[in-house]
């Protein structure tokens, strides 16, 4: 299992529409995690070029190699401000 991110507009119609830059840069759980349990890891995240104070940060979890690969439909999203 690895995460993943991309940077979508600010109004995140949830297309691939909406797809402002994504990167293939992936994080790895850094061993096997229990039902319940937690882990840290870390996503280095590259910003868009353009500035924009409302751009949303998708961070997902991914199978690699899957239809699509993301294993949820409810990612992790933040706003993020690229100055």
Known sequence: LR????????TLRSDWQ???????????????VPPGGTASLTLRV?????????????IAPLLEGTQGGWTTTTPHVANVAVL
């Open 3 to 10: 995460f993943g991110y991309h940077w979508a507009n600010p």
């Open 46 to 58: 590259k910003a868009p070029a353009k500035p924009h104070a409302d751009y949303k940060l998708v």
């Open 18 to 32: 909406s797809l402002v830059w994504d990167d293939g840069m992936r994080a790895m759980l850094p061993a096997d």
